[in-house]
């Protein structure tokens, strides 16, 4: 193979990752979309939603689950992977919850924190060195969090705090995960958040009164279902065509996806003090992830 034909195979899978990543956001935009018109218009149950939404994926992810096999479960590790997939649920729920309570763009721009939390947990709980440039940007990616709730303000609900809540539970998950990846098959990884992560949603509905939904409502939430399933197919389809390092970036489009889809829905008008806390956040997760790049090739 030429050099020519390596150049023209690379540029390919980078146009292939960045686009399946686009297409990701776009099916996460819709679907939050989704899920704030079952929770905020219509005043379904928060954690009914999250329930019935990740049923209906499971569902249209049987055909994987019939490929790999219930086999593709066994493990030396089963009690990280309950802890993982509970808090993965726990993530989901005061996400769902947290869109029935604050608009699609100050949700989306807090839960862009996750990296941050990710970078102190590893500190905590896995040994990882830190340093003055990841301790500078997680501060500066929390100051960019701050802006956009303002605390300080009149107009301040601790309900915006659920989004942030989310994205401590999602990146503990994520640290779970990242132990695991050295010790286990990716598809060990993938079928017991599968498997569990209904059953696990299942019951927090139920302990905070199980609701069925029919009608609109109904509809609404095998929609959630589909768009969850494709969504998660599409970010795999873009990791597996290109460095997650480089897809990353475009997974940061999802603030103006999202702050566009809700106000062509909603007829949300983000402030001011949005861009500048938003920006905040993605120039520091921005600059972690060059940052990390660098590292990654003078140790290699």
């Known amino acids: 193979m030429n050099q020519t034909t390596q ?28 899920t704030q018109w079952l929770t905020m218009t219509l005043a379904f149950p928060s954690a009914s939603v999250a329930f019935w939404q990740y049923a209906f994926a499971l569902v249209f992810s049987l055909p994987f689950l019939w490929k790999t096999g219930l086999g593709a479960m066994r493990t030396q590790y089963p009690s990280r992977h309950i802890l993982r997939v509970v808090l993965a649920a726990l993530g989901v729920q005061t996400w769902v919850a947290g869109l029935a309570s604050v608009p699609i763009w100050q949700a989306i721009a807090l839960v862009m924190t996750s990296p941050f939390f990710i970078i102190l947990g590893a500190r905590l709980f896995l040994g990882e060195r830190v340093g003055a440039v990841r301790w500078g940007a997680t501060a500066c990616g929390f100051a960019g969090a701050m802006i956009i709730l303002q605390p300080w303000s009149d107009s301040f609900s601790w309900a915006a705090l659920l989004p942030i809540l989310s994205a401590l539970l999602w990146g503990a998950s994520s640290l779970i995960t990242k132990s695991l990846t050295g010790i286990e098959k990716p598809e060990t990884i993938t079928v017991w958040l599968l498997v569990l992560l209904t059953p696990v949603n299942g019951g927090l509905a139920a302990a905070a009164g199980f609701a069925m939904p029919i009608g609109t409502v109904l509809m609404l939430l095998v929609a959630a279902g589909l768009l969850t399933a494709i969504a998660q197919y599409l970010l795999t389809l873009a990791y597996s065509a290109a460095d997650a390092a480089y897809v990353q970036p475009f997974d940061d489009l999802k603030l103006p996806l999202n702050v ?21 956040i993605l120039c520091a997760s921005l600059f972690l992830m060059r940052h990390e790049m660098k590292r990654e090739r003078g140790t290699a």
């Open 7 to 34: 150049v023209s195979i690379s540029a390919s899978r980078a146009l292939a990752g960045a686009s399946w990543m686009v297409l990701a956001g776009i099916a996460f935009a819709i679907l939050n979309v989704v």
């Open 260 to 280: 566009l889809a809700g106000w062509l829905v909603f007829g949300y008008a983000p402030a001011g003090y949005l861009w500048l806390g938003a920006g905040l």
